[in-house]
């Protein structure tokens, strides 16, 4: 590439383009189909588990975007087929070989039309056993799986929420957004206000004896907000409220935070039912025309609850 830079002869300014360094994987263990037979791929991801047959050995390759089945055959390495019988679960690993159709192919997998040809593997890192089995059901305790939590995170089900969570995040902001909301961020370090429920209290460093709260929320920022002249505001916000726990109540806990001004009620509520129309939508594929609607006076004469639910006579 030549380039010009102010003065300088064109010459002085040749930049040598370097090829960039092999990635550790080529492919995620989720993506390959059969369409990909006959291409050499590298994977890299976590031992699942694996299966010795005789001369082969069949080693589950994981990854958080699915499973991919690695074949090692003393008729093709057998150093290699040595080597991946040492492995153990949740090693780390990096295997390179050419994509073929698998001989029993899985329907219940995305990938389980083909199989991966080994011709190299790196162990990235070895691991312990673990202390309970990385699956859809495992056999860990509650107790057990948050001490380790990060093994937790690999199963699919922790897994899956955390997606969840995220595509439901990016829809609120997508549509949000597109009803002219705009995310602002408030300050967590606040003066403490009255609120249902005791604040969490930061001792400041700079000027002893004085504390900050934690915000139970942004209201006071949001309401200076609307008197600013920012009609429409919202953000994904942690609140902070220090009270016992209930199957309803956490000390932290995330809330979607709004605000709007020259509104009225019949505003609010179709926003919102908008909103919860588009995340069934976006996340589930269902359309839903409307909402019933029911007032406070009604919900007390029928069901003696103001949060009833409707599917109980």
Known sequence: ???KIGNWPTSLAIFAVQTPPKMYRSHTCGELRASHIGQTVTLAGWVQ?????GGMTFLDLRDRYGITQVAFNEEWSAELLKAARSLGREWVVQ??????????K???MPTGDVEIKSAKLVVLNAANT???TIEEESDGGEELRMKYRYL??????VKNNLIFRHKVTQEVRSYLSSQDFIEIETPYLIKSTPEGARDFVVPSRMNEGQFYALPQSPQTFKQLLM???????????KCFRDEDLRADRQPEFTQIDCEMAFVNQEDILNIFEGLTRHLIKSIHGKDISSFPRMTYDDALRDYGNDKP????G
């Open 152 to 157: 937790d995170i690999r199963r699919n089900p």
């Open 95 to 104: 295997i390179e070989g050419e994509v073929i159709e698998r001989h029993s």
């Open 309 to 312: 639910d409707i599917r109980f």
């Open 130 to 132: 673990p202390p309970f």
């Open 49 to 53: 588990r694996s299966r010795e047959l």
């Open 106 to 108: 899985n329907a219940n």
């Open 227 to 237: 008197v600013g002249g920012m009609d429409k505001y919202f953000q994904i916000v």
């Open 1 to 3: 590439l030549l380039r």
